[in-house]
């Protein structure tokens, strides 16, 4: 069964860094696409970042530059590094793939 949890989030303050991680189970979490969503209250869930099983990476737009998705094979764990945050970027994030959701991590960006 294929499960998938994050950690790393929490408060901070505008103009700070926060590093997610996204650790998955299973033999194909190396093989396959891991996608980083977002969701913050009163709006649809957002497509974040996408880094496929060769390491290619894409970003939404606006986002590039500030966040940056990697991943450790090894550790069966995927990263999402964010620097640069603003209020706007709050919300629970979550990791995605294989039809499997995690429970999220909130990211809470201060004024």
């Known amino acids: 069964q294929v499960q998938l949890v994050e950690s790393g989030g929490g408060l901070v303050q505008a103009g700070g860094s926060l590093r997610l991680s996204c650790a998955g189970s299973?033999?194909?979490?190396?093989?396959?696409?891991i996608y980083w969503y977002r969701q913050s209250p009163g709006n649809q869930r957002e497509w974040v970042a996408t880094i496929n099983a060769g390491g290619g990476t894409n970003y939404a737009k606006g986002l590039k530059g500030r966040f940056t998705i990697s991943r450790d094979n090894a550790r069966n764990t995927v990263y999402l590094q964010m620097h640069s945050l603003k209020p706007e970027d709050t919300g629970v994030y979550l990791c995605?793939?294989?039809?499997?959701w995690g429970q999220g991590t909130q990211v809470t960006v201060s004024s």
């Open positions: 299973g033999s194909a979490f190396s093989t396959n696409a």
């Open positions: 995605h793939y294989l039809a499997t």
